[in-house]
């Protein structure tokens, strides 16, 4: 049984940087699609990055020009690197990703899920 975990959260302060990964664990894994996920306390989880099988990227509007979700070469991983972080940033951050290649376009859920890392950006 495959299980996703992520790491690289923390604490960290306004204006500074974290990378976020995510492997998977139980089980040969090769990252196709994925996202990068946030949910704040008392708010909904909401998307913050996906690239697709083929490399396409997505991204809200609140992350754009500061968050770059990116694989590893051999897909073995998958990243979120975080620059110019906020205190409106502070979340536990999911990696949600899709095994194996995939000619599907758009963004989507899949089925593996991690348990999730906390951000907090504060001074």
């Known amino acids: 049984q495959v299980t996703l975990v992520e790491s690289g959260g923390g604490l960290v302060q306004p204006g500074g940087s974290l990378r976020l990964s995510c492997v998977a664990a139980g089980s040969y894994f090769s990252f196709g699609a994925m996202g990068w996920y946030r949910q704040a306390p008392g708010k909904s989880r909401e998307l913050v990055a996906h690239?697709?099988?083929?490399?396409?990227?997505h991204y809200a509007d609140s992350v754009k020009g500061r968050f770059t979700i990116s694989r590893g070469d051999a897909r073995e991983a998958g990243y979120l690197q975080m620059n110019s972080l906020k205190p409106e940033d502070t979340a536990v951050y999911y990696c949600?990703?899709?095994?194996?290649?995939?000619?599907?376009?758009?963004?989507?859920?899949?089925?593996?899920w991690g348990p999730g890392t906390q951000v907090t950006v504060s001074s």
């Open positions: 690239i697709t099988s083929g490399g396409t990227t």
């Open positions: 949600n990703a899709d095994r194996g290649p995939s000619t599907r376009r758009g963004v989507h859920m899949y089925d593996y």
